[in-house]
């Protein structure tokens, strides 16, 4: 009989936890987009801070003879290729490697530093535009040149 009681007592146990976890999931799915929207804010901002040292131009507009990346990030197909290399170029203006994965992103993993960042620690392509800076290929959210981040229907991301 205490046998009973104690499987009983296990099965439960499993059941409330995978409830529990449900709703987590539905959370942090809920959270994802929005913690997205959030890491192209930052880069967003560090655009921003590094033009206003350089004239009000982005890496890809500056020659890398002056700190930028223009010789090596080369458009093919509407997009910047090695995009990677304007984040290392703006390394001193953000914060740390992860903020270039989005969330939802299981095939990217964060750069221990900018210094060893690849294309292979980037979720996010770099259209080929000075109006649209970044965008999130698995949520959709664009980051813009002004700083405005927006989602694929064209709404402020938020978690509600």
């Known amino acids: 009989m205490k046998n009973v009681f104690v499987l009983g007592a296990l099965a439960l146990a499993v059941v409330v936890a995978g409830c529990g976890k449900s ?5 942090e799915r809920k959270v994802m987009p929005v913690t997205c ?21 982005y ?4 020659s890398t003879n002056a700190g930028g990346v223009m010789e090596l990030v080369t458009a093919k197909d509407g997009l910047r290729q090695n995009g990677y290399l304007m984040l290392q170029c703006m390394s001193n203006e953000l914060t740390i490697p992860i903020i270039v994965v989005c969330p939802q ?3 990217k993993s964060a750069a221990q530093d900018w210094a060893s960042l690849t294309a292979s620690n980037v979720s996010y392509v770099f259209p080929a535009t000075n109006k649209i800076l970044l965008v999130c290929p698995i949520d959709g959210n664009v980051l813009y040149s002004d700083g405005t981040v927006l989602d694929k229907d064209g709404k402020v991301p938020s978690h509600e």
């Open 23 to 27: 709703g987590l999931d539905q959370a």
């Open 105 to 107: 992103d299981k095939a």
């Open 37 to 57: 929207a959030n890491n192209l804010r930052q880069v967003g901002l560090g655009f921003r801070i590094w033009s206003g040292d350089h004239d009000d131009k």
């Open 59 to 62: 890496p890809f507009d500056v």
